[in-house]
């Protein structure tokens, strides 16, 4: 095996490795264990975060074109965005046990056609509807623990919104404001730490607020380009 090939297998290993770390956080999940669920989550988001950069750099598709990388990165990202955070939802009860199995299986079902939708991005790299970030929602849920008709709401609404005619931003590839959007994201990333630190419910009230505004800002940014996407044409084409 010629030394280029070794590297892009490499790579490719490095992206499966997150498959290995969601099912221990899904193992984790079966045992209410939640704080280290998200722990480890969010150790294969920071791989899932520099895999793809690594592939173009190294060019793994020369060399190890018989890998296919972006089926391999969907299916890891579904288990860890999905998958995992969905069964925490059902297991931790901030919906009520009698909605809950339904609410993940419609969540499951309509998040699995999105990972399919070839036009899950626009051409300057925002996400067309929610992203399925799941591990996002059920992380605000287990932080912030509204009551249980309000996550069904979130929920709900949540799932709706992946096929809905808005963008959200993705934090690293949309050069707009991206300089305050890294910063913004630092602060999410310390805040969500520190919450899972704290045992996430039980977490400080200054790390709930960093979250809540943080998360504002992510949700108020598409807003000042909604327009013109719309416009376009490009998040409902």
């Not at 999905?82 to 993940?104: D, K, Q």
């Not at 990972?115 to 051409?123: C, E, G, L, P, V």
């Not at 404001?177 to 045992?199: E, Y």
Request: glycine share 6%; aromatic share 10%.
């Amino acid at each position: 095996m010629t030394s280029s090939r070794l590297i892009g297998l490499s790579v490719h290993l490095f992206t499966a490795s997150g498959a290995a770390l969601g099912m221990i956080a899904l193992f984790l999940a079966t045992e209410g264990r939640f704080a280290s669920m998200f722990a480890l989550l969010g150790v294969a988001l920071i791989v899932d975060a520099v895999d793809g950069t690594l592939a173009r750099r190294l060019k793994v598709t020369e060399t190890a074109p018989f890998i296919d990388g972006v089926a391999l990165d969907l299916v890891v990202d579904f288990l860890n965005y999905v998958v995992t955070p969905l069964l925490a939802l059902w297991r931790s009860g901030v919906i009520e046990p009698a909605f809950a199995g339904a609410v993940c299986a419609l969540v499951g079902a309509f998040s699995a056609l999105y990972f399919a939708d070839r036009r899950m991005k626009t051409s300057d790299y925002w996400f067309r509807g929610f992203p399925a970030l799941w591990n996002v929602v059920v992380f605000y849920l287990l932080v912030l623990r509204p009551p249980a008709n309000a996550s069904l709401a979130v929920a709900l609404a949540a799932t709706a919104l992946m096929f809905a005619p808005v963008v959200f931003i993705h934090p690293l590839r949309v050069t707009r404001l991206r300089p305050v959007t890294i910063v913004v994201t630092a602060i999410w990333a310390a805040a969500a730490i520190a919450a899972v630190m704290q045992d996430l419910a039980a977490s400080s009230f200054a790390v709930k607020a960093a979250l809540v505004a943080t998360g504002c800002y992510f949700l108020v940014l598409p807003l000042f380009r909604q327009g013109g996407a719309i416009a376009k044409g490009e998040v409902d084409g």
